[in-house]
């Protein structure tokens, strides 16, 4: 009898908080120095057809559709269906995962010609608590992110096998 094999997980474009590599590889490892680790597991990408906006009182954002921007981030490929469950946990019920496109970027940030498709998750909230203003990782790095690795130490995502 043949051994079963694993499914593959879906590959993952991420865009926001997610883009901290630090928060990152606290998600996937459980530990926010793995940042080594997780580069071997991202590519710069870039999406279009969404755009990329701050949530009223909030320190993450949120992609919606929006035909005529892009939005640049990573495209995960996971090893394993435990990784791609830690993030789909750490982002919760809020935010679908969607199908889409992915254009990888080589290191000018320019597109390489190679394209995938991935997951992107979408804002699936409240409208009202979208606002117009842009989401910057930059921003989000200096105010915020080692208040959110504080408050995350200690604590795992399961993810389950």
Same mark, same amino acid.
Not at 74 to 93: A, C, H, P, V
């Given at each position: 009898?043949?051994?079963?094999?694993? $499914?593959?997980?879906?590959?993952? +474009?991420?865009y926001?908080? #997610?883009?901290?590599?630090?928060l990152l *590889?606290?998600? =996937?490892?459980g530990d926010?120095s793995?940042v080594n680790?997780v580069?071997s597991?991202?590519? $710069?990408?870039?999406?279009?057809? +969404?755009?990329?906006y701050r #949530?009223?009182g909030r320190?993450?954002p *949120?992609?919606? =559709?929006h035909?005529d921007s892009?939005?640049?981030?990573?495209l995960?490929?996971?090893?394993?269906m435990?990784q791609r469950?830690?993030?789909?946990d750490?982002e919760g019920?809020?935010?679908?995962p969607?199908?889409?496109k992915v254009?990888?970027l080589d290191?000018?940030?320019?597109?390489?010609?190679?394209?995938?498709?991935a997951?992107i998750?979408l804002w699936?909230g409240?409208a009202e608590?979208?606002t117009q203003e842009?989401?910057?990782?930059?921003?989000?790095?200096?105010?915020?992110?080692?208040d959110?690795?504080?408050?995350?130490q200690g604590?795992e995502?399961?993810g389950g096998?």
């Amino acid at each position: 009898m043949a051994e079963e094999v694993p $499914p593959q997980p879906t590959p993952l +474009f991420v865009y926001g908080t #997610l883009c901290a590599k630090e928060l990152l *590889a606290w998600a =996937i490892t459980g530990d926010s120095s793995s940042v080594n680790y997780v580069d071997s597991l991202i590519r $710069p990408a870039r999406v279009y057809g +969404f755009a990329r906006y701050r #949530l009223q009182g909030r320190d993450y954002p *949120a992609a919606t =559709i929006h035909k005529d921007s892009h939005i640049d981030g990573y495209l995960i490929t996971f090893q394993n269906m435990s990784q791609r469950r830690k993030l789909d946990d750490f982002e919760g019920e809020i935010y679908k995962p969607v199908s889409t496109k992915v254009h990888i970027l080589d290191q000018d940030g320019k597109a390489s010609g190679e394209e995938l498709f991935a997951d992107i998750y979408l804002w699936d909230g409240p409208a009202e608590s979208l606002t117009q203003e842009s989401w910057e990782l930059q921003v989000f790095i200096d105010e915020s992110l080692e208040d959110w690795l504080d408050l995350f130490q200690g604590m795992e995502l399961t993810g389950g096998e």
